[in-house]
């Protein structure tokens, strides 16, 4: 079996989805990492919940300034065109509907698109943050992920036993072997590695696979996993 | 990404008939007068778009903007607080022969109306026209002891909008207290058409004083030098 | 009987009960006239529904810029330190209780403090603006009218005829005859005109005028009516 | 009208026990760490302000700020999204002896709570964190078959904001990102102090550019060059 993407290159295959034009919110951490593959051509601006839009890449150390931060509390540049404001109208944005794609990661997404996400078990701080706002808030709601945990447990699943961070809100999953939508509380098998075989791919994913139509193959350029 | 349209008959191609448009502005303040009258433009060439349910402040004064676009029979329905103006005629013979549907709401609940549309709350409790006419056939609930109305979200599928500068991303100042509704209904409309009244570059306007977000608007057409609707009424002015 | 104070006296006694550091709204018409008897070495900031805090007199004839306006859709002048914002602020101000004072018109008060102030008859087109949203804003609402209607009808009655606006909303009502407060459902008499007798303000109210310590006179200056 | 006051002591000087506090910021930025320090000293030397509640998107980052109120015992209860930070030793021990009451709230949703509070809307309806632990035991309502969960307002006694610039009058404008929910809980609490690092006479800001109207602020007290808690963080610094 084939250890399939790193998360670089999970990461660069979601940004190829989005589109010319398209306003995102990058979830803290992983997903950060997708800004990195931006597609040559297309103009994408970036939304941080704490009130930026249009945010570029971290400053050179010791060019920080703290008070222009992203949602992860890392310091950010501007773009020009950028604006600021508060938080009710920064989720405003985000639950009014207006961002295009969100990009989360997950402990388990199940089949009928319930995500969790927030809280892996009981003993630790329990802390929400904007998990729970954001997958309400885009009209695509994309995760990234490893297709198993690193004790090989599947994080697509029939149905999540992690606490739940919504309901029914996923709608695509990249993982590091294979690209699946959710459709119908299925999951569609949209593109999977060449290498890897149908059933290899099944035994690996806590809930059946659906095809409907070709299964292309998912690939991505050789990336560094920062 | 650049969200300028080049003509401002264009900008308003789209709009079908039996839309539900938002249209900025309090009174003639921050009223897109050039907008509106590009849409009776098409009206009177086409006959779309008809049927319209305008959401507006006011419903219209004197023989110009909105006022005209009810005389000529464009609007089916509107909601407004305040259908009342200097020069009330076009919308009151309209109401009075029952030929165009009235939905009065608060001017508060108005505005909070629309911000929900824009902000994905689908009601919310007020205590404004608790116990009214106005309040006939909501919901109504009592917190900590005092009495409330459910109201709903207004959305659309347009706003039309007056704003000062504008950038291609869309982002928004505005004149003075022109800016009344406009920042709430470029949130809680489906495609939102902006005339500025002078362009720039992205980066033109200072991050932290940008009004409306790029996010909110999807078009923008610049109109130098605009039409101020109570000059033009003052004026006498008819686009009848 | 008396005439009475004349709208500009009624507006003046209303204007000398607004504190120094006051935020204010002054309905449209009538109740704008308290503004321009603001008392001497007082600060107090006017709020209009359509976004400005801190506006002015109207500017001379042809000084107009008419996207300056006010609730009423006159022009104004600004003060320094003024502010602008959008309408849900501005009733986020009103509705959230953050006015000190709102002086409204009134068609009829009842003594359980109910308004009907926006709609005398049922053939007029109707339009309510923001009279439903400030009866519910300020810490103190005040009303300011004639004691009764052009025909002699009272208009501090024990229940309101016309729509309503509010509920119990009033807590002042300053008339051409007198100044009444409005608690646990009744009239309390503060101040009457000195030369009119309780019976015939009496006679002239439509419901119980009830007193609690002392009747003030009711006393302003010669003011021309405007 | 002057909302100013001489010393950041006076300025929380009139805070009880037991009193409910909002304090702006996003991690360090927008946190008012002078206003915090003044509490701090006030408690060390009079044992009081203790048994508050605090509402912050965060519960403190490392020894100094937020963090050193929780940790020397003056909080009972924190409302916020995310207890979590680079070194966030003073909550979590508080909390897992049992010491401090947590009430967990979906960011965009205590935002919202917020804003309500400041505009007079006691509930809304929200679909974050429906169907999940977070929404239990709060009324949830179904409009155009999307299902949502009831939230109500946020209040507070005290508000505690670093802002830019501020008037005597109370208007204010905020520095870069460092406004997040600051112009939110301004308008959501009784009493507004407020740190600016630059005082004006009024009409010293553009009104078209003040964030902050003055209605929604009754103190003022200027501290220059403020401190950022992010720097003084990875400064190593504490106020315990």
């Given at each position: 079996?084939?250890?399939?993407?790193?998360?670089?290159?999970?990461?660069?295959?979601?940004?190829?989805?989005?589109?010319?034009?398209?306003?995102?919110?990058?979830?803290?951490?992983?997903?950060?990492?997708?800004?990195?593959?931006?597609?040559?051509?297309?103009?994408?601006?970036?939304?941080?919940?704490?009130?930026?839009?249009?945010?570029?890449?971290?400053?050179?150390?010791?060019?920080?300034?703290?008070?222009?931060?992203?949602?992860?509390?890392?310091?950010?540049?501007?773009?020009?065109?950028?604006?600021?404001?508060?938080?009710?109208?920064?989720?405003?944005?985000?639950?009014?509907?207006?961002?295009?794609?969100?990009?989360?990661?997950?402990?388990?997404?199940?089949?009928?698109?319930?995500?969790?996400?927030?809280?892996?078990?009981?003993?630790?701080?329990?802390?929400?943050?904007?998990?729970?706002?954001?997958?309400?808030?885009?009209?695509?709601?994309?995760?990234?992920?490893?297709?198993?945990?690193?004790?090989?447990?599947?994080?697509?699943?029939?149905?999540?036993?992690?606490?739940?961070?919504?309901?029914?809100?996923?709608?695509?999953?990249?993982?590091?072997?294979?690209?699946?939508?959710?459709?119908?509380?299925?999951?569609?098998?949209?593109?999977k590695l060449p290498d890897i075989s149908l059933d290899d791919l099944q035994a690996m994913t806590g809930a059946k696979l659906h095809i409907d139509g070709d299964v292309a193959g998912l690939n991505a350029p050789v990336l560094d996993h920062a | 990404m650049n969200k300028k349209i080049a003509s401002i008959a264009d900008a308003v191609a789209d709009i079908p008939d039996g839309a539900t448009i938002m249209i900025g502005g309090f009174g003639g303040s921050g009223n897109p007068i050039e907008l509106i009258h590009a849409m009776i433009d098409r009206f009177r060439e086409t006959g779309s778009p008809k049927d319209l349910t305008l959401i507006n402040n006011n419903a219209g004064n004197g023989r110009i903007g909105i006022a005209a676009m009810i005389d000529i029979g464009m609007a089916r329905k509107i909601i407004c607080s305040f259908p009342r103006s200097s020069d009330p005629r076009a919308f009151t013979e309209k109401y009075q022969a029952g030929e165009i549907e009235l939905e009065l709401v608060p001017q508060g609940t108005l505005a909070e109306r629309i911000r929900a549309g824009g902000a994905g709350i689908p009601a919310f409790y007020t205590p404004t026209s608790y116990g009214t006419e106005l309040a006939e056939g909501k919901p109504t609930a009592t917190f900590d002891g005092k009495n409330y109305?459910?109201?709903?979200?207004?959305?659309?599928?347009?706003?039309?909008?007056?704003?000062?500068?504008?950038?291609?991303?869309?982002?928004?100042?505005?004149?003075?207290?022109?800016?009344?509704?406009?920042?709430?209904?470029?949130?809680?409309?489906?495609?939102?058409?902006?005339?500025?009244?002078?362009?720039?570059?992205?980066?033109?306007?200072d991050p932290e004083t940008v009004v409306t977000p790029g996010i909110f608007v999807d078009a923008l057409v610049e109109v130098q030098k605009p039409q101020q609707e109570e000059v033009l009424i003052r004026a006498g002015e008819s686009y009848v």
């Open positions: 079996m084939t250890d399939g993407l790193n998360n670089a290159q999970i990461a660069w295959r979601a940004a190829q989805d989005i589109e010319d034009g398209a306003y995102v919110n990058l979830g803290i951490g992983f997903p950060e990492m997708v800004a990195s593959y931006e597609v040559e051509g297309r103009h994408v601006t970036y939304h941080t919940e704490n009130g930026v839009l249009g945010f570029g890449p971290a400053p050179e150390p010791g060019e920080e300034d703290w008070d222009m931060i992203n949602a992860g509390k890392k310091a950010i540049t501007l773009k020009p065109g950028a604006s600021f404001f508060h938080h009710a109208d920064s989720f405003a944005m985000v639950r009014g509907g207006h961002l295009d794609v969100a990009i989360l990661g997950a402990y388990q997404v199940a089949q009928n698109g319930d995500l969790a996400n927030w809280r892996a078990g009981s003993r630790a701080v329990p802390a929400v943050g904007g998990a729970m706002d954001l997958v309400h808030g885009a009209k695509r709601l994309a995760v990234i992920t490893t297709h198993c945990t690193k004790d090989g447990k599947p994080k697509l699943v029939e149905e999540c036993t992690f606490p739940l961070t919504g309901l029914g809100c996923v709608t695509r999953v990249y993982t590091s072997h294979a690209l699946v939508d959710i459709e119908d509380g299925r999951f569609l098998l949209r593109e | 109305v459910q109201e709903r979200w207004l959305k659309a599928d347009f706003a039309l909008i007056k704003a000062e500068v504008g950038d291609s991303y869309g982002n928004l100042t505005y004149r003075l207290a022109a800016r009344n509704f406009s920042p709430l209904m470029c949130m809680a409309a489906d495609r939102t058409i902006v005339q500025v009244s002078s362009f720039v570059e992205p980066g033109g306007i």
